[in-house]
């Protein structure tokens, strides 16, 4: 009997495995606050030179002798968005006026009371620091992905996670107390790889004791709690309105899950791996008795767990076809993330208000996917998630060129279908994958296609960024138009890929690509044409077999 044979009698998604799912999915309401904390910490408020000699200077004109040296001593600024000049200020030497770059600033302190960047002064010619710093986390995360995977195989799931946990506790709470900008990114790439690590462990824990019937859907639903966590981050971040305490918010309830050592068994899978039965045994017979099912005494054996043969990821691109399908899926991968995170990153208006709107709209974005993929098909709705959102985002030029504030909610409602179209396809191209993959390979398919989307993250950050570099209304509307073209092209391409939906898994490298060639048919599929067939006489005597297929 084969482990997934095992989950069928002991329930497949019994209480004990509803139980084990849900502590699973708490660590992506960290995972949410991790991977979007450096928006808040590095946000570049509004700011501009401060003035020599004027030590009672605020970015905030407090009365009329205040405007009269501020707009003596401050250009007025080519960016038609900004009123004052940001980089610059009027030097004055014998009654010659010289224009000289600043080295102290004062911030707008409406929506932050500090950032790590106006803690910094990481603005002007020092901005892109900021870009770089959300780009080495994501590498961190990259890293992480690849490094914790592996650690995983050899010591084991529950100790790799106990492992990510005092790691990223550690690190985060020190982050806080960074006093350089590279003492910060270091500690920041260390994060991104120690956290994210271990929630890919929570999300292969929590299939390994799900039956296979239920996979597709318990595959969705941690990402609602990613969005709980992007929740949760705006309101400390408006209550708080300090990178500091924002940081410790986030950082401080991470040591609850220091408490899982006690708390979630190690995987069986990974106990068989290792010729631990006994261990394994222990916890099939304890799922068992919680989900009231009786089992056998003994249910595992030598010949409990499948040793499939495997394939190397070289094997993915070992025909035109599979290449062609293959880079396709990257490109998706890459995109999603981009467009994901970059949507977020560029808000614009009410900070706090936007990012919360932003994050609350993915969850009947998630609930959508899990409503239609198995009606609609997985390409048929990647593509509609993919292509509406990029179109959405697309038509913000028009309302950021040819509007003003009076469009600005017409824009913010653009900018909501765009990310709710790049949520959704971030929780689908999960299971599309997966199914498009054969399973020789699928394990190494799946991990290059997680690193290959951190690549989209890192340049997240750049394309947000790079409005401010153009300036004015145009470069307002750059990112998301940038978003919008990718989003629409990735999901156009999509359509050259096979559907997989009521399809048996490919699994092999021929049967994944030969996928398109014909239908798969299951168990009862060939035995119902079996009972289509009968017997026909010929007209002279003789039997002829016709097969009849509804």
């Avoid at 950050?461 to 307002?476: C, I, L, M, N, R």
Wanted: hydrophobic share 45%; with cysteine; proline share 3%.
């Amino acid at each position: 009997m084969k482990f997934d044979d095992i989950l069928k009698h002991i329930g497949e998604f019994g209480y004990y495995q509803k139980r084990l799912y849900l502590l699973l999915c708490l660590p992506a309401i960290s995972t949410g606050c991790f991977m979007m904390m450096l928006i808040f910490v590095m946000h570049a408020p509004d700011h501009r030179c401060q003035i020599p000699g004027f030590n009672n200077d605020t970015y905030k004109v407090q009365n009329d002798q205040h405007a009269s040296i501020v707009n003596k001593t401050i250009p007025p600024s080519h960016d038609e968005i900004h009123k004052y000049d940001r980089c610059h200020y009027y030097l004055y030497r014998n009654n010659t006026r010289y224009m000289v770059k600043c080295s102290e600033w004062v911030y707008d302190t409406n929506t932050f009371h500090e950032t790590f960047t106006s803690k910094m002064n990481l603005v002007c010619d020092d901005a892109i620091k900021t870009s770089h710093a959300q780009m080495l986390f994501y590498g961190g995360v990259l890293v992480g992905d690849v490094s914790f995977g592996i650690l995983s195989d050899k010591i084991g799931r529950k100790k790799t996670f106990l492992l990510s946990t005092i790691i990223t506790l550690g690190l985060a709470v020190g982050v806080a107390f960074s006093q350089t900008f590279l003492v910060f990114v270091i500690l920041e790439f260390m994060i991104g790889a120690a956290h994210h690590g271990g929630i890919m462990i929570c999300c292969v824990m929590s299939l390994e004791y799900v039956g296979p019937s239920k996979r597709v859907l318990t595959g969705i639903p941690i990402h609602i709690f990613f969005s709980f966590g992007i929740m949760y981050i705006a309101l400390m971040g408006y209550l708080l309105r300090n990178w500091f305490y924002v940081q410790l918010a986030v950082s401080a309830p991470f040591a609850v899950f220091l408490l899982y050592w006690w708390m979630i068994p190690e995987s069986s899978r990974w106990l068989l791996s290792q010729g631990k039965y006994d261990g394994a045994e222990k916890i099939i017979q304890r799922i068992a008795k919680v989900n009231k099912k009786k089992i056998p005494s003994r249910i595992i054996d030598e010949q409990t767990q499948d040793t499939p043969k495997t394939a190397n990821v070289y094997h993915l691109f070992s025909t035109l076809e599979m290449s062609k399908r293959t880079i396709i899926l990257l490109w998706n991968w890459v995109v999603v993330a981009m467009v994901y995170y970059g949507v977020t990153m560029h808000i614009a208006g009410n900070f706090y208000l936007n990012f919360f709107i932003l994050a609350i709209v993915e969850i009947p974005a998630k609930l959508f996917v899990i409503a239609t993929i198995n009606r609609a098909g997985r390409k048929k709705v990647h593509c509609f998630c993919m292509v509406v959102g990029g179109v959405a985002c697309l038509c913000t030029i028009f309302t950021v060129l040819y509007g003003g504030d009076e469009l600005q909610p017409l824009t913010l409602t653009l900018a909501i279908i765009g990310k709710m179209g790049s949520s959704a396809a971030f929780a689908l191209i999960y299971v599309y994958s997966m199914e498009l993959y054969p399973t020789v390979v699928r394990n190494s398919g799946m991990g290059l296609s997680s690193c290959i989307a951190r690549i989209g993250g890192m340049v997240a950050p750049y394309v947000a960024q790079s409005g401010d570099v153009v300036g004015g209304k145009f470069g307002q509307a750059l990112p998301l138009v940038i978003f919008g073209g990718c989003s629409v092209f990735a999901g156009l391409l999509c359509l050259l890929l096979p559907e997989t939906l009521n399809r048996k898994l490919p699994e092999t490298v021929r049967e994944a690509k030969d996928f398109t060639k014909k239908l798969d048919l299951d168990d009862t599929d060939q035995e119902n044409i079996k009972l289509n067939k009968y017997l026909c006489n010929s007209e002279n005597g003789t039997e002829k077999i016709y097969t009849v297929s509804s």
